[in-house]
Nanobody, 127 residues
């Protein structure tokens, strides 16, 4: 079992940047596909990005591709989400998630396949 703790959220002006961190404890992140999801008020939780367990292949939602970058440092048991050129529509609570499976790219966006979740961190892009 793994425990996930997100950090790095905050208030930023549109066009600004933030880097979210997801620290894992209990088991090494190298054993997991790591994902980021977000949930805005009144909306369902949606996929943002994922990095696959075995080969580090990444996958992004179309709305963030080219602006967000997911990465991992297995030595530090931490996953990251670098967010650039933030827009007001990126405002949401961001959640880190992990699954022990090495899914194909199409499945990595399915939140029901992730076994472990963090508590979330608020990101607000507003002037």
């Amino acid at each position: 079992q793994v425990q996930l703790v997100e950090s790095g959220g905050g208030l930023v002006q549109p066009g600004g940047s933030l880097r979210l961190s997801c620290a894992a404890s209990g088991r090494a992140t190298s054993r997991y596909t790591m994902g980021w999801f977000r949930q805005a008020p009144g909306k369902e939780r949606e996929f943002v990005a994922a990095i696959r367990r075995d080969d580090g292949h990444t996958y992004y939602a179309g709305s963030v591709k080219g602006r967000f970058t997911i990465s991992r440092n297995n030595a530090k048991n931490t996953a990251y989400l670098q967010m650039n050129n933030l827009k007001s529509e990126d405002t949401a609570v961001y959640y880190c998630a992990a699954t022990s499976s090495n899914y194909n790219l199409g499945s990595m966006s399915r939140k029901e396949l992730y076994e472990y979740w963090g508590q979330g961190t608020q990101v607000t892009a507003s002037s």
